[in-house]
């Protein structure tokens, strides 16, 4: 199994909506990222988790709030969301979080807060 | 400060060879990538550099050089599908071990 796997593929939800987007990998990867990637633009990154353990939070809003439950999932909790985080959400992930491994990207979770 | 330079956008017609060019300037280096992304769908890794010279994949070639901060990606025999965006993302050392940086993309269309 070489993928990355999002769900859902598409959310739409309300500014009060409490919701959550989960990705998974069976690839025995250690680190696992989230990205978000407005229309036109490149992904950015937003959290990284390696060996489970939040790694790196690129000052992102509390209103996202990421969990890693075992070495194969990754979710983002979203809560209280504005308009503007309407976006395409990636999440990789890679061997280990070491700057050799290349990323592997999921689908991707087009969400679409009203 | 990280910045990453390519082209905004390329056209080129089917059959023929492209070249989408890639300056970077970061704190740090530790391999330039090249990714490919359709409209709407998540990027598909396409090539890592880490050492100076070109790595050959297929119809996709990619070059680099460290002491100019530059790289570069060849497509050849262009199809219709290679329309897409293609990033550049560096990973840097300082803040951001084993992250990426990436460029604005440069959407290639290839016309018949």
């Known amino acids: 199994d070489t993928e990355v796997t999002q769900t859902p593929k598409h959310l739409v939800m309300g500014m009060t909506n409490k919701k959550s987007l989960k990705c998974e990998q069976h690839?025995?990867?250690?680190?696992m990222y989230w990205y978000k990637q407005k229309a036109k633009k490149p992904p950015e990154l937003m959290f990284v988790?390696?060996?489970?353990?939040?790694?790196i939070n690129e000052s992102v809003p509390s209103r996202f709030s990421p969990e890693c439950p075992n070495s194969s999932l990754l979710n983002l909790h979203l809560h209280a969301l504005q308009p503007e985080d309407s976006a395409l959400y990636l999440c990789?992930?890679?061997?280990?979080?070491?700057?050799?491994?290349?990323?592997?990207f999921g689908p991707g979770t087009r969400l679409t807060v009203l | 400060g990280q910045n990453i330079d390519q082209p905004t956008e390329m056209t080129a017609t089917e059959g023929a060879i492209v070249q989408i060019n890639c300056t970077y300037q970061?704190?740090?280096?530790?391999?330039l990538f090249w990714y490919q992304q359709h409209a709407g769908e998540a990027p598909t890794f396409l090539s890592y550099?880490?050492?100076?010279g070109l790595e050959e994949k297929g119809r996709f070639s990619s070059f680099l050089s460290r002491s100019k901060g530059y790289s570069y990606l060849l497509l050849k025999e262009l199809q219709m599908k290679d329309s897409a965006s293609y990033l550049c993302?560096?990973?840097?050392?300082?803040?951001?071990?084993?992250?990426?940086?990436f460029g604005k993309g440069t959407k290639l269309s290839v016309k018949p």
């Open positions: 990789a992930s890679s061997q280990e979080w070491n700057p050799n491994n290349e990323q592997f």
């Open positions: 690839m025995g990867h250690r680190a």
């Open positions: 988790y390696s060996y489970e353990k939040l790694s």
């Open positions: 970061t704190s740090g280096f530790n391999g």
């Open positions: 550099n880490v050492l100076d």
């Open positions: 993302a560096v990973r840097p050392y300082s803040g951001s071990q084993g992250n990426l940086i």
